[in-house]
Each structure stands twice: as C-alpha cells, then as structure tokens.
C-alpha cells in the first residue's frame, strides 16, 4: 500500500486533482472578492477535478511506459470512460435534482421554496475540458 502512494504516477494525478482544486478557489477569490475553502472539496464547477487527475496519469503512464504500452492503452480508455461518465453522471443527477426539489416545493405545508438558493451541480463540456486541458499541464510539467 505505501509502495502506491509514493509511486510518480499517483502522485502526478493527485498533483492534478489538487491543482483542479486550488484553481477553483482562485478563480472564486478574484471573482467574489471573497475566499471559500469549501471550494477545495465541492465537486462541481470547472476544472474538472476527475478529468484532471485521469488526464494527468495517463500522459504520464504514456512518457513513463510508452505510448504504445499496454498500460497507457488501458489508462486512456478508462480516461475517456470517467470523463464521459462525469458528464452524463451529473447531468442526470441534475435534473433528478431539480425534480426532487420540485415535489418538495409542490408539498411543503408552508408554501416555501425548498428550491430557493439551490442549485443543481452539473458539469458542461468545458468543465471536463479545462481538467482534462489542466491534467496535462500539470503531467507536463511534472514528467
């Protein structure tokens, strides 16, 4: 297990999921003016934190074995699966999300909107490519 976690690979893709992370926060403080940790954990918004750290393991799994290697093959696929899944997986959740939040307005006794300052989390296209986008920065930088 230890052998795991100091292995170059998984750190590059923690690198990237990380970086994903701190650009979150960032781009919050020069927009809002304001800084909220709890953008280094929340899963939406952009850059992607999956198809940042995929990304980055699988171009470094590329420089390290080859691109032709059987494990850079496997990386890749399961790169493209967890970023198309990411997308659809959210998509979906969102609008089960905006569903559930309507029944819930629809039965409240109080006549409350239970909807009042949610919002569904989804990613979009460019979510997905600006951490895939980041992901090889980060493996670039860091092979």
Request: hydrophobic share 55%; net charge positive; glycine share 6%.
């Amino acid at each position: 297990m230890i052998e795991i976690i100091g292995s170059r690979p998984f750190l590059v893709a923690i690198a990237a999921g990380a970086a994903a992370q701190a650009v979150k926060v960032l781009s919050f403080l020069i927009v809002e003016k304001r800084v909220n940790y709890r953008r280094f954990v929340q899963p939406d918004g952009s850059p992607n934190v999956h198809s940042a750290a995929m990304s980055a393991l699988t171009l470094f799994v590329g420089f390290a074995d080859g691109f032709e290697s059987v494990a850079f093959s496997l990386s890749f696929c399961l790169t493209v699966i967890v970023m198309v899944d990411t997308y659809n997986v959210k998509q979906a959740h969102s609008k089960q999300q905006e569903v559930v939040l309507m029944l819930l307005d629809r039965v409240s006794k109080k006549h409350t909107s239970w909807a009042a300052g949610r919002k569904a989390l989804s990613y979009t296209h460019m979510d997905v490519f600006t951490g895939a986008a980041l992901g090889i920065m980060v493996a670039l930088l860091l092979a």
